[in-house]
């Protein structure tokens, strides 16, 4: 978790010198404020590690000399075959359409983002054929 | 160190039956609509972008053939414009970067890292479909009145505005980056996801393969500058169509905003699309060279370096606009060729002293090198402000990028050489793959050689046609020479794939490989793992196969084990 942590400031901490070196040279401000939010894609995610990398014991995957039995037991839930990313996948399609033949399009688009929301929920975290 | 010869865990339990995965869940085109494995959809999506790479490639060579004669007519003005638009679009955002971080990072970062599947599988399906729909809406295009998108790859406000580009096409061409631009996002979520918190116990960061690396710092590049395209496109639709003038004049906007947003993408994704081809190559050249890489973490950190200035290089498109910071972008840019130069340092210091096997993979590899060398050090020209007033817009740069993007074709089919055996498990045709890669090489080279001339002799990029002169007219020939060398050698691939089809099982480990996905079978089996072996450096399958070679344990000196600084005894390799 430390590693993580300290890859994500170090990326933050230099977009933010970049950003200070940038926008006080050139007064341009578009790239600065781009270059100011990268500075946050490093630190908040790098903070939420750092936070935790102090609070939580060594991972596994953190400790170099980890036998594969410490690993032993649930990984994480994996979803088996599910057909709504599929559906969801064309209800955007569909959306996407509306932006360029027309308004109508949203009707089967919208339908089919809906029906894969209430799907994938009621299907929950392991759907499907595991 | 003595537990790297303690035998692998079997990870599945005894009382599973291996391979039960086959046995229910749907099959035929309903598997592949339903699957979230990461393995199927990953060869979705390397299917899929290897088709675009066709699609990209015809576009190309009748972009050629129409260039081969000062006033040819073999397709007309406007054809043309939506021609080399198409194919730039096509082969930047449908090929290059799926093919990387859609496909072949989709299949192997997971096993690589010993996980059993990517960390969001359902996400993975949906990056893939809004993939897939992306491609389709933007070559729909071409089946619309007013033809396909015509303004260029990079859509330059105000040329890009509806009253100069008006019709259907262009606004495909917004809608299918809108689409493909979340799968993008969403597969950048994924694999930064599953590298931080789905490795193998003593995966630790710095064992991780450099592929790995590469494809952790490409996820985090994705979600750098991804999002960034996508605000653009949404004000350029706005404009377009709501009334905005968020990009043109008239109404109080600024056009060059169009281009730092496009930029501040466009830049990152320079590096979003090479950097996974270089960490192919890492994979590829130790392998075959019998050596550990050399000098692990300096290519950990010159990864980092690369990403951390590639945001800052991105007005190094917008020199000639004058309104860019000169100095800031040009010492940033040239700051780049440092990190890339110690990329290149490594490879050779890796083949140094090594045994090498000049393998398929090993050859599409080593010209990955060559090319992406010579097409970065012709951008170290082009960074510099003078030089770049003098060859912007000139077929130097054609040239330039088209060395870098053709290094990545290589370094791509040396990926696909190298896992292709892991994935389908089956051997691709040897001899075919040689007679691939010199048609590919060298007529790479043909291709781009002409180019460099063409441009400093002046040739503005994006014309159909140019002034009768025998100079450029012969340097044009030579050009689309190249390209059908590279057409060729393309079909050659398309038939060793077809002619290799499950002739040759490839086994486990046919390389001798020294990373985890060669530890399982070919292909690996429905969550990738029956067993698992020790980690213990950044070579787990290569210590268990040859444990009196094995790699250096925490504070061992390299002296302890002269195997590994390759002496080039014969003894000393399996």
């Known amino acids: 978790m430390k590693v993580e942590a300290k890859l994500l400031l170090g990326l933050g901490l230099f977009f933010g010198l970049m950003c200070a070196v940038y926008w006080n040279w050139s007064l341009e401000n578009a790239g600065g404020v781009m270059m100011f939010a990268g500075m946050l894609l490093g630190f908040l995610p790098g903070a939420y590690f750092y936070w935790w990398s102090r609070r939580m014991p060594v991972r596994p995957e953190d400790d170099p000399y980890a036998t594969q039995a410490q690993g032993a037991g649930v990984v994480g839930s994996f979803p088996g075959t599910s057909i709504w990313p599929f559906v969801l996948g064309m209800g955007a399609f569909f959306v996407v359409l509306a932006l360029v033949f027309g308004i109508w399009f949203l009707v089967p688009g919208l339908a089919l983002v809906t029906w894969a929301a209430l799907g994938g929920t009621a299907e929950g975290r392991r759907g499907g054929h595991v | ?574």
């Open chain 2, 1 to 574: 160190m003595t537990d790297v010869l303690q035998p692998p865990i079997t990870i599945a339990g005894d009382d599973q039956p291996q391979g039960h995965d086959e046995h229910h869940g749907p099959t035929g085109i309903l598997k592949w609509m339903t699957t979230t494995d990461h393995k199927i959809i990953g060869l979705s999506y390397t299917v899929t972008s290897v088709l675009m790479l066709v699609i990209g490639g015809l576009f190309a060579e009748i972009i050629r053939f129409q260039l081969t004669a000062p006033n040819n007519s073999l397709v007309s003005l406007a054809q043309y414009n939506e021609l080399f638009t198409m194919h730039g679009s096509v082969m930047i955002y449908l090929f290059a970067g799926p093919f990387a971080f859609g496909g072949l990072a989709n299949i192997i970062v997971p096993i690589q890292i010993g996980a059993p599947d990517m960390a969001f599988p359902r996400l993975n399906a949906l990056s893939y479909w809004l993939y897939l729909t992306g491609a389709i809406t933007m070559l729909a295009g071409f089946f619309t009145a007013g033809g396909a998108a015509n303004f260029g790859w990079v859509a330059y406000a105000p040329l890009s505005n509806s009253i100069n580009t008006p019709g259907t096409g262009a606004d495909l061409w917004i809608g299918g980056l809108l689409l493909t631009g979340f799968s993008a996002i969403f597969t950048g979520v994924n694999l930064t996801a599953t590298i931080f918190y789905l490795r193998a116990p003593g995966m630790t960061m710095f064992r991780m393969p450099i592929f790995t690396w590469n494809m952790l710092v490409t996820g985090i590049l994705i979600l750098l500058a991804f999002p960034v395209l996508t605000a653009g496109l949404v004000m350029l639709y706005c404009d377009r169509h709501f009334g905005t003038h968020i990009f043109s004049v008239s109404g109080g906007g600024v056009p060059v905003l169009w281009q730092h947003i496009f930029w501040f993408w466009g830049h990152p994704e320079v590096y979003i699309l090479a950097l996974p081809f270089f960490g192919m190559a890492t994979e590829i050249i130790p392998v075959f060279s019998r050596k550990p890489v050399f000098g692990y973490k300096g290519m950990v950190f010159a990864t980092l370096s690369i990403a951390a200035l590639s945001l800052g290089v991105w007005a190094h498109h917008m020199f000639t606009t004058g309104v860019v910071l000169l100095p800031f972008f040009s010492i940033m840019s040239l700051l780049i060729a440092v990190p890339t130069g110690i990329k290149i340092f490594n490879w050779i210091g890796t083949m140094w002293r090594g045994q090498i096997w000049f393998s398929t993979a090993m050859l599409m590899a080593i010209g990955f090198v060559v090319t992406f060398l010579i097409g970065g050090l012709t951008g170290i020209y082009l960074a510099s402000p003078p030089l770049d007033f003098f060859t912007h817009d000139t077929y130097f740069v054609v040239a330039h990028f088209h060395s870098v993007v053709m290094a990545l074709v290589l370094g791509g089919m040396g990926g696909l050489y190298y896992w292709g055996p892991k994935i389908t498990g089956y051997l691709l045709n040897e001899r075919l793959g040689k007679i691939q890669f010199w048609f590919l090489f060298l007529g790479t080279q043909v291709f781009t050689f002409p180019q460099y001339l063409l441009g400093l002799r002046g040739m503005p990029r994006r014309v159909p046609i140019y002034p009768h002169d025998p100079e450029w007219k012969m340097l044009n020939e030579w050009s689309t020479v190249g390209a059908v060398m590279i057409g060729i050698s393309t079909i050659v691939f398309v038939v060793n794939v077809g002619v290799s089809w499950k002739k040759h099982p490839a086994g486990d480990n046919p390389w001798d490989g020294h990373t985890l996905e060669w530890f399982t079978t070919s292909p690996p089996p429905h969550h990738n793992f029956y067993r698992l072996p020790q980690i213990r450096s950044e070579r787990p399958t290569w210590d268990y196969h040859h444990p009196e070679h094995r790699s250096l344990g925490h504070g061992t000196h390299a002296d302890e084990m002269h195997s590994l600084v390759g002496d080039g005894f014969e003894g000393h390799t399996s």
